[in-house]
């Protein structure tokens, strides 16, 4: 659901958080978030810090030729909806 342009329904936002067994009330703590991401044919691992707005992305490519430590691409981050998982992800912990 953290895919798609439009934000998630509160009913699938609990669903997932029973799916999770996060708290169904109160605050969840701020924290780093792992997330494993499928992008076409391919898994790879996000590390989301809302504490310090980063994210950090784990094997999203790899052919050797881009393999490495690098800023995103902004097209790159669009493409596999980085941008998106960003924006949902606080709704799913209930983050401010």
């Known amino acids: 659901m ?9 009913e699938e ?3 997932m958080r029973g799916q999770l067994c996060l708290p169904t009330d109160g605050v969840i703590e ?3 978030v792992v ?5 076409i044919d391919h898994y790879f ?11 950090y992305v784990f094997g999203r490519h790899v052919r ?12 790159d981050w669009r493409s596999w ?3 998106l998982l960003w924006v949902c992800l606080p709704k799913l912990f209930r983050w401010a």
């Open 2 to 10: 953290f895919q798609l342009e439009n934000d998630p329904e509160e």
């Open 13 to 15: 936002l609990e669903h």
């Open 30 to 32: 701020i924290q780093p």
């Open 35 to 39: 997330v494993l991401v499928h992008h």
């Open 45 to 55: 691992v996000v590390v989301a810090d809302h504490t310090e707005n980063a994210m």
């Open 64 to 75: 050797e030729h881009l393999a490495g430590v690098y800023l995103q691409d902004e097209d």
């Open 81 to 83: 909806k980085g941008d």
